[in-house]
């Protein structure tokens, strides 16, 4: 049986987390693209907590002339500074199975521009 593009996208988001877990020194910052939202979360995978988490479905988060490119980035600033004032300056990256480019691309410079370091 041929695999689906979702059966596909699991696999590779099994791969990854098999690799990439987060501690409480370096939590692991996840992306969360559906076609319409974008959201982020900076888990502790030792004590299953997120630490801290945004997303473009908040209220007051999406502006009306924005490309979701756009929006990405500026998500990843807002959980860069949300990470700041937590005192989190380095994470691990975990894309969720997705490509690294476009939205996800975004997101990550967004963050890296907040002062995330990863």
């Keep these: 049986m041929k695999a689906t593009k979702t059966d596909k996208l699991h696999a590779r988001k099994r791969r990854i ?3 990439v877990s987060g501690t409480a020194e370096c ?17 502790d995978d030792k004590n299953g907590k997120t630490l801290v988490s945004a997303s473009d479905a908040e209220k007051g988060a999406k502006k009306q002339k924005e490309t979701k490119t756009e929006t990405a980035k500026r998500i990843g600033l ?3 500074q949300k990470a700041k004032d ?5 994470v691990v990256f975990d894309r969720n ?4 480019h476009g939205r996800v691309k975004a997101f990550a410079d ?6 995330l370091e990863f």
């Design 86 to 90: 937590k005192k989190i300056k380095k």
């Design 78 to 80: 807002l959980i860069a």
């Design 17 to 19: 987390r098999a690799k």
């Design 110 to 115: 967004g963050a890296r521009e907040g002062g």
């Design 97 to 100: 199975g997705k490509l690294y």
């Design 27 to 43: 939590p692991r910052l996840s992306v969360f693209s559906s076609n319409q939202h974008i959201s982020g979360q900076i888990i």
